[in-house]
């Protein structure tokens, strides 16, 4: 395991959000510098007004026994994971261009975001590190 | 001037899920200092191999992980890299 790890978190459906939650608290109990750059669709997790997360519609019959499931395990919700990876340092971006795009200004999200920065400034951060795209 | 005692932190994490146990391990180690022995009881299976993965990343030392009361229970010595 390198010293850093990067994240890409580019799905907006609601069962990728809990590999986020739990890698990033993961990887920060570690000791692990974590950098999650958030893009695309994923956005849409976090926005300060919250917005419902869809299941991909092939799972969408599995999602009540999912969640009933999470629940009986007492797994935290993933922003609550991703908050607890925060206190041990990790740090979230925003896409800048993606954020353009939807129309999200800085101000727009809640906080968990830290910044909104370019692909390259992130790129940079990631240097070295091992990636992953969810 | 004696050195600080060495302290004996006991964490409970049980009903936590994964990775609960081994965030809760790393902030007590936050505030723990060379020697000191942490116990973490949890009951998420996971932990069995969190520990050592963590005690390797963080060069502290595995004493034991044994089963007790429907809990697993980690014992490590924290022992700080030197600069």
Known sequence: MAGKLAIVMFSGTADKFIPLGVLSQAAAALGVEVDVFVTGFALRGFTKKKQDLPFPSEFAGAAPALAQGLKANKVPPWDEMLSRAKELGAKVYACSMMSSVMGLKKEDFGGLVDDVVGAATFLQKAEGGQTLFI | ?83
Do not use: F
């Open chain 2, 1 to 83: 001037m004696p050195p600080e005692a060495e302290t004996h932190r006991r964490i409970d994490s049980r009903g936590e899920a994964c990775p609960g146990p081994i965030t809760d391990l790393a902030l007590a180690y936050r505030r723990a200092k060379d020697g000191d022995v942490l116990e973490l009881w949890a009951t998420d299976p996971g932990v069995r191999s969190d520990v050592r993965a963590w005690a390797e990343r963080t060069g502290s030392e595995l004493l034991s992980v044994e089963d007790r009361d429907g809990a697993i229970v980690s014992v490590l010595r924290v022992r700080r890299r030197r600069p």
